[in-house]
């Protein structure tokens, strides 16, 4: 099956610092990428979808200004998480889509201290 | 290694009953979901076990056996709009999250 990678597997980063994440398809073109918000034992949360090419599509109450996202190119898509406060403090997950699945990547557990 | 696996495809009677299984090998254990994804969006949330037995919710249940390493999902009175993948993923002691290939449930009329 198609694989997706992302990176880094977890990351500590001082508060009021940026976090950048990516997420890479390794053997296919993903046009489509979607970045989830995983509160401990709860469902994923979907914050945006990412388009290659053009601006990506925030849900309602994702602060777009802090959870940069930026689709360039069909194979990376990356999630930055500016000005980190612990609150931010979470597992981000991706996923990218190809033809009608979509496929995970192992997701990154952000601390923020 | 770490591993999931699931029935790639299944098929069934709309208004029958039918069991997803789902077996895991991971590092540590903090839980399992399961999810529901029709073509072209994104997947939603079913269910959450983290202790042995049957979770009942509406027409969807779900089991686990820690012991085991397993799980199943159990729909009820099949509905076609049920028709969807089902993607069964583990939580590994790092909080990492170990996807199953998903289950392309097919319900025919």
């Known amino acids: 099956g198609a694989v997706v990678s992302q990176h880094p597997s977890w990351v500590i980063c001082k508060s009021g610092t940026s976090v950048k994440i990516e997420c890479r398809s390794l053997?296919?073109?993903?046009?489509?990428m979607f970045w989830y918000r995983q509160f401990p034992k709860q469902s994923l949360m979907l914050m945006a979808t990412?388009?290659?090419?053009?601006?990506?599509?925030?849900e309602q109450g994702v602060e777009k200004d802090k959870f940069l996202i930026n689709h360039a190119s069909l194979t990376l898509s990356t999630l930055t998480v500016t000005s980190a406060h612990p609150e931010d403090s979470s597992f981000y997950i991706c996923s990218a889509g190809k033809e009608t699945e979509a496929f995970f990547g192992q997701g990154t557990r952000l601390t923020v201290v | 290694g770490q591993n999931i696996d699931q029935p790639t495809e299944m098929t069934a009677t709309e208004g029958a009953i039918v069991q997803i299984n789902c077996t895991y090998q991971?590092?540590?254990?903090?839980?399992l979901f399961w999810y529901q994804q029709h073509a072209g969006e994104a997947p939603t949330f079913l269910s959450y076990?983290?202790l042995d037995g049957l979770e009942e919710k509406g027409r969807f249940s779900s089991f686990l056996s820690r012991s085991k390493g397993y799980s199943y999902l159990l729909l009820k009175e099949l509905q076609m709009k049920d028709s969807a993948s089902y993607l069964c993923a583990a939580l590994d002691s790092n909080y990492q999250l170990i996807w199953g290939a998903g289950t392309k449930l097919i319900i025919k009329p």
């Open positions: 053997d296919f073109q993903a046009t489509t």
């Open positions: 991971t590092s540590g254990f903090n839980g």
């Open positions: 990412s388009n290659e090419g053009s601006k990506a599509t925030y």
């Open positions: 076990n983290v």
